[in-house]
């Protein structure tokens, strides 16, 4: 497992930005494909991206889509996601979380990252 440390959260006004880190120890970090999460009060945590191991590829989910980037840099053992345009709909606790590149579930699927960090807060005002 890795263990990853989220950081970046906060207070912006619908219109804003903001970008998340997701800093990971470990030396398998590489082999590490990473998603951010999210979980608003009283729903269930929700897929919002993914990032590949080598970062080639990425996926978001159709309600970020051309608003949040995710990127890395494995030299710095860092995952980002950058929001841009937020909406009072994105607030939540967002999670990175890592996952073996040997799971079975797919990309999307929570069972399948093995290693979460402890969260941080983004709140958009209206």
């Known amino acids: 497992q890795v263990q990853l440390v989220e950081s970046g959260g906060g207070l912006v006004q619908t219109g804003g930005s903001l970008r998340l880190s997701c800093a990971a120890s470990?030396?398998?970090?590489?082999?590490?494909?990473v998603g951010w999460f999210r979980q608003a009060p009283g729903k269930e945590r929700e897929f919002v991206a993914v990032i590949a191991w080598s970062g080639r590829n990425s996926y978001n989910t159709d309600s970020v889509k051309g608003r949040f980037i995710i990127s890395r840099d494995n030299a710095r053992n860092r995952v980002y996601l950058q929001m841009n345009s937020l909406e009072p709909e994105d607030t939540a606790i967002y999670y990175c979380?890592?996952?073996?590149?040997?799971?079975?579930?797919?990309?999307?699927?929570?069972?399948?990252?093995?290693?979460w960090g402890q969260g941080t807060q983004v709140t958009v005002s209206s």
């Open positions: 979380a890592g996952r073996s590149r040997s799971s079975i579930y797919g990309v999307q699927d929570i069972r399948s990252y093995d290693s």
């Open positions: 470990g030396r398998t970090f590489s082999n590490y494909d």
